[in-house]
């Protein structure tokens, strides 16, 4: 049964510790290819969403289905596979660039590869290493810049099949220049997949189907851009301010 990538918060309240509750009865419905956003000011509660759809903790209150089905009983394998990811800190492992970019699609071919390098701008530094796509990264890419390990990370995204996407600050660390270039790799990307989307830069939410905006833990508004904006309240704070 191939995931379509329908995924809905239901009341969803959670806090890492005992006591201190980070997410109070959120609700969000994304239907396949939904580009939404969450924005709001730092510890909000953004990242915290996206690591409860990750299933990387486990929900007090409150429910995730994707498609329909209750995380819970989706075995961890499955939404590994179903569900790519850039976030602000990078995971790469030592072992070479190729195999970096490959990771969670063992199949792909050299072309594939590069291919999707090309889609995260990231195909010229490589060529650049020394040994291009067979130079072996350090532990956690040492030997790159935070920006271009930022971008394998695209690249890994890029070649990835899984339905869902979250792009937790996926380029902040990439400078003006570069995230200019790579916006249209960025749409790419998001393409027939349902992406969740965390960026302080508000340009970069703004054609978004749906943005929430969160404020200590809970939704306080939400709708488009433009419908935020016309609401005059916390979007168009953030926005104008
Ligand atoms: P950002 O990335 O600075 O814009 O902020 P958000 O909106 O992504 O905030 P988030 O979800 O990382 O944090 C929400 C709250 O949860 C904040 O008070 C810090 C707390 N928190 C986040 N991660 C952890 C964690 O791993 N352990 C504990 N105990 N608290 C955490
Ligand atoms: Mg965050």
Do not use: W
């Amino acid at each position: 049964r191939r995931i379509k990538g329908e995924v809905v918060l239901k009341d969803v309240t959670f806090g890492y510790v005992p006591g201190k509750t980070v997410l109070k009865r959120i609700n969000v419905t994304a239907k396949p290819g939904q580009k939404i956003a969450f924005v709001g000011s730092t510890g909000a509660g953004k990242t915290t969403i996206t690591n409860l759809i990750n299933r990387f903790y486990e929900i007090e209150e409150g429910e995730i289905y994707i498609d329909g089905i209750n995380i819970r009983r989706i075995k961890k394998d499955s939404l590994r596979s179903n569900i790519a990811m850039v976030l602000q800190d990078t995971h790469l492992f030592s072992g070479t660039v190729r195999e970096n970019i490959r990771y969670g699609r063992l199949d792909a071919t050299d072309e594939e590869v590069v291919a999707a390098a090309k889609i995260a701008c990231a195909h010229s530094f490589i060529e650049r290493l020394p040994e291009g796509y067979d130079t072996v990264l350090e532990g956690d890419g040492a030997n790159l810049s935070q920006g271009e390990r930022q971008l394998l990370n695209i690249a890994r995204a890029a070649i990835s099949k899984a339905p869902i996407l979250i792009l937790d600050e996926a380029t902040s660390s990439v400078d003006t220049r570069t995230e200019k270039y790579i916006e249209r790799g960025m749409d790419r990307l998001m393409k027939n997949r349902t992406t969740f989307v965390i960026a302080h830069r508000l340009s970069t939410v703004r054609n978004a189907d749906l943005i929430i905006v969160l404020e200590h833990g809970e939704i306080i508004e939400q709708g488009t851009h433009e419908e935020l904006l016309d609401l005059g309240g916390r979007y168009y704070q953030l926005y104008t301010g």
